[in-house]
């Protein structure tokens, strides 16, 4: 089946976000609340990677504000990974960011999270600056003028 890739420009139907959630739950763990999250989002985007009905990937951002766009969670079910879904959503979603006219869009990542790293590095990121957040990990904040 071929991959099918949608867009939102708010909270999608319950159908789709809890499938969302239920991604982000098998990449991260938990879901920490990402549904009650998104909710207090400005100018929340959603790019999501379906096969059929099934969310395979996800891409969420939002404005941090007028000039710059935070490009917040990501991931791709661990069965679909290696086939160029993770590098379509980044074009997707920056492609919405180029239209809406922001000036750069900045993400943080984990050391851990190697792929994304590398990914945003390839895709023109600047490693910008790091901190250590509430428990106690080291992020690496990246961003990308446009």
Do not use: C
């Not at 990402?34 to 100018?43: N, T, V």
């Not at 922001?102 to 990121?125: D, E, P, S």
Request: glycine share 8%; charged share 30%; aromatic share 10%.
């Amino acid at each position: 089946m071929a991959i099918y890739y949608a867009e939102f420009n708010k909270i999608p139907d319950m159908e789709v976000l809890d499938r969302i959630v239920k991604l982000h739950t098998s990449v991260f763990g938990n879901s920490d609340d990402l549904a009650g999250r998104m909710k207090e989002k400005p100018k929340l985007r959603i790019d999501v990677a379906l096969d059929g009905r099934k969310v395979v990937g996800y891409k969420i951002g939002y404005a941090l504000n007028r000039e710059q766009f935070y490009s917040w969670l990501g991931g791709v079910d661990a069965g679909y990974r290696n086939r160029g879904i993770a590098s379509t959503l980044m074009k997707q979603q920056y492609g919405y960011v180029k239209e809406s006219e922001y000036k750069a869009v900045q993400t943080h990542t984990k050391n851990k999270w190697r792929q994304m790293l590398i990914l945003n590095i390839k895709n023109g990121f600047d490693i910008i600056g790091t901190y250590t957040d509430n428990e106690g990990e080291p992020k690496i904040i990246l961003e990308k003028k446009l």
